[in-house]
């Protein structure tokens, strides 16, 4: 009896050692790319600082209160929001609902999956190239299809006009990132039982009915997965805008991913990037925490189960 | 017997490579000419300087960007403390941003060696040197204030290149009359800007555009308001519809296609017309934007040395000085289609209308009329925040947008005066 309880003891210990052990390289790897590189940039933003001298000059919190009066600032965080709000709802929706048409059993389903997914596969470089085409003003793609269709009162200078550029930008993306939206919803359709949907046909439900009563709500997973990874797209939106437009014109298509750069290496100002780099860890941290504490809650529940 | 014979083959063999290896030095020459007649003319260059250093192999590596994407690159090169032998740079704020932060290595040994104040042009000199010292050599010269003009259009209509604002304007009348978009011009922070440098200059004159480059000039002057209001009632007034939606080769595009008369635009669109088959006696010419018939007013690329190994120094100064020979600065303008910094390339190498720039800028640099672009004259925030802003009034001339523009450069004028951030060129 009393030499059981030491061997506990020591397995216990040893398994605890193990375990520890496995951490270590996970936890160096965290610190190291995730945690040095957020302090030293908080580091960066109370310091005067071109990115090019071997000395910096400690400005405290200046380069957070300047931004704050900068209204070019706070047209990137608009836009920042906007694309949130866009990305939640565009490629989700227009996935959903691709998704749910195929997966009716459409003749050609699997070239019609393929078509749906490619754009994602294509790099944002090329995206952005391929755009600058389509949006070309006087004889690009889109411009000459409505001026064939009689519609030539509705093009517009697409990537040029302040006012319209976003939206612009917004359609490029929507062909780019529904294929993603739409394979996880297909995928997930495919996973929900035949059962249901069969004991809800049974009972005399409608397809619009099955849809929303018994197929969406099983799609939840799926919706939260792409919900999630669209706030987080939203909020390191960076390489399409900045390929296409370079954040113009005249600043009016500019996130602050966009501006961070620009300021950094196009004005010498590493400080004032690094306090807008942590300006938008705030924000991305306000949009996404609730999303990941909703997570672990379910992931809690499921486990309890 | 036989593994021990491979095993002393193979270190015999490994041996050798190091023994090559140790003979030559290998260093990196970045740059960010990719691709086409950039490309052909950075190889060129690199052929020269290997061909004249047999102990040094130099190697082109692309930094695919712009000068922007090379800044980023080098910093982090500098933290490694691994930066190239030599690189790609621009001039005046550019190389001083450098040189203040103690990155740059002095080029007066080169600079003596090549005879650097013969060769270069004074306003040339003026955006190597700073403070006097050498820290640039320059390789590639553009010039911003000219017109291009398809000939065709304008034999059709009986039109002659303007001289003056006025002639534009009537030029721009009778072309848009035709059915046909006037002045074509493309987005970014750039284009506008040099665009607006013909009315800035005659408004204020040369001195008057050294001064806003000094700071001594403020953006709420009635001066530079009033070569806002010239640009808007000139160039603005007859720009294409949708212009700002273009790239730089999409307008250029219209040119060759007739759907625009005239395009402000560096001399590198020269290149690219007529890789599209747009030859320059046939199908376009060019004239100086009104107000800048006597100047030359430039864009120019250099190589810097970056402080670095004593090794790697004494290479980028090799490179430098093969840089700076007759032959290479041939070799490199003929392949790109540029001009040569330097008085000593003969002007025949030129074709056509290369020969005309170069001409342009010899005449200019007699009446000491060369002017560096102001972009880089200024200190580098001021600089894009003034591209940034001219395009924001060449989409929206308005009186609200004036006053927008003005007072937004103003403060970046006062906060570069506070930061002692203006130089005297």
Known sequence: MTSVAPARRRFYFSQRAVHLLFLVLPVLLFVTFFIYPIISTFYLSLQDWDGISKSMKFIGMANYVELLHEPRFFHAVLNNVTWLIFLLLGPTGLGLLLAAILDRGLRGERVFRIVYFLPFTIPAVAVAAIWRWVYEPTSGLLTTVLNVVGLGSLAQNWLGDPHVVNFALMGAVMWWMTGFSFLVFFAGLRNIPVECIEAARIEGATPWQIFWKVSFPLLWPSTIVVLGISAVDAMRLFDVVWATTNGGPAYASEVLATQMYDVAFGRFDMGRASAISVYLLILAGAVIMPYLYYMSLRVQASEAE | ?425
Not at chain 2, 121 to 145: C, H, M, S, T, W
Not at chain 2, 196 to 203: E, K
Not at chain 2, 274 to 295: I, L, S, V
Not at chain 2, 406 to 418: D, P, V
């Open chain 2, 1 to 425: 017997m036989w593994k021990v014979g491979s095993i002393a083959l193979g270190v015999a063999m490994l041996a050798g490579v190091g023994g090559a290896y140790a003979q030559s030095t290998t260093a990196e020459v970045w740059n960010y000419y990719a691709a086409g007649s950039e490309l052909a003319g950075m190889t060129a260059l690199i052929d020269q300087a290997n061909a004249a250093n047999p102990d040094t192999k130099f190697v082109s590596k692309v930094i695919p960007g712009n000068v922007v994407e090379m800044r980023r690159q080098l910093q982090t090169a500098f933290i490694g403390n691994k930066p190239p032998a030599a690189y790609q740079t621009s001039m005046a704020s550019e190389l001083k941003t450098f040189v203040d932060g103690g990155r740059l290595h002095p080029l007066t040994d080169v600079w003596a060696k090549i005879d650097g104040d013969k060769i270069f042009p004074e306003g040339i000199q003026r955006v190597a040197k700073i403070n006097g010292v050498p820290y640039g050599l320059p390789f590639d010269l553009a010039e911003i204030n000219n017109i291009f003009y398809n000939k065709a259009i304008f034999a059709k209509l009986g039109l002659t290149p303007p001289t003056d604002w006025d002639g534009f304007v009537k030029t721009c009348d009778a072309l848009r009359t035709a059915g046909i978009e006037p002045l074509g011009d493309a987005g970014g922070p750039f284009w506008s800007l040099y665009n607006f440098y013909a009315p800035l200059i005659s408004t204020v004159g040369t001195d008057g555009y050294y001064k806003i480059a000094r700071g001594e000039l403020a953006f709420d002057s009635p001066e530079f308001r009033k070569a806002l209001e010239l640009y808007r009632d000139t160039e603005v007034k007859c720009y294409a519809k949708n212009w700002s939606g273009k790239s730089w080769t999409q307008t250029a595009d219209d040119l060759i296609n007739g759907k625009v008369g005239m395009y402000g635009m560096g001399v590198w669109v020269a290149g690219y017309m007529k890789q599209a088959g747009f030859k320059p006696d046939t199908g376009y010419d060019t004239f100086p934007a009104p107000g800048t018939g006597d100047k030359a007013i430039f864009q120019m690329d250099l190589f810097a040395v970056p402080e670095g190994t004593p090794e790697m120094i004494k290479a980028g100064e090799e490179f430098v000085t093969t840089v700076a020979s007759a032959k290479a600065q041939e070799a490199f303008a003929t392949n790109k289609g540029s001009i040569s910094p330097s008085t000593e390339v003969d002007p025949s190498v030129y074709d056509v209308d290369f020969a005309k720039f170069a001409t342009q800028l010899a005449t200019a640099s007699k009446a000491n009329a060369v002017l560096p672009n102001l972009f880089f004259l200024l200190p580098t925030d001021v600089g894009t925040e003034l591209g940034n802003q001219i395009e924001k009034f060449a989409i929206d001339p308005s009186d609200a947008t004036e006053h927008d523009v003005i007072s937004t450069l103003e403060a970046a004028r006062q906060k570069a005066m506070a930061d002692n951030a203006y130089t005297s060129w």
